[in-house]
């Protein structure tokens, strides 16, 4: 949980937010917290997450809701699922204060990641029998009905009647 005033200038975080944001002890005063946050967000994500926070500011948004990832000094990549709010506004409608809560899902993540990965392989695997099926198939198949064929034409030639050797042929034709 964190709570902004920029009216006064001054952030204010619990344990646990330091914790799973990494922040350093000498990041305390005024609103280092903030940009401690801003300079950790992903690189791929900051422009969209800021974007964001501005609307919130600015009035455009209520309140923000969103996931991201943060690059943790010491933990590395973690993601990040983000609820904020406006507390109050100025008569202009910038926010004076603000509020929110974080919290990791990075297992989360990583659980339908692994759960998508899984459904990539085995779609992959899906199609490899099916060609593996479809090379058999006319491999072995298209061999054995080649040669019954064959089999038939011989059969066709020592028939002992006009109407056994037409039988003969339509079945050839047919294999």
Excluded: N
């Excluded at 759960?115 to 990539?120: A, E, G, P």
């Excluded at 038939?152 to 056994?164: F, I, P």
């Amino acid at each position: 949980f964190y709570e902004v005033d920029f009216g006064v200038g001054a952030m204010y975080v619990g344990d646990r937010f330091r914790d799973l944001l990494g922040i350093p002890a000498d990041r305390e005063h005024g609103l280092q917290i903030l940009e401690f946050w801003k300079e950790h967000l992903h690189p791929e994500d900051r422009p969209r997450i800021l974007h964001q926070r501005e609307q919130l500011h600015s009035g455009d948004l209520e309140q923000f809701s969103g996931d991201y990832r943060f690059l943790h000094p010491a933990r590395g990549e973690r993601w990040i699922h983000h609820l904020g709010r406006v507390a109050s506004r100025d008569a202009a409608g910038r926010t004076v204060k603000s509020f929110g809560a974080l919290r990791d899902i990075t297992e989360s993540k990583q659980a339908a990641e692994a759960v998508l990965d899984l459904s990539r392989c085995l779609i992959s695997v899906h199609e490899e029998m099916r060609a593996l099926l479809a090379r058999e198939l006319h491999d072995d198949v298209t061999q054995r009905l080649a040669a019954l064929a064959i089999e038939v034409g011989r059969a066709e030639l020592v028939a002992r009647d006009e109407s056994q050797a037409e039988a003969l042929r339509a079945v050839q034709a047919a294999l």
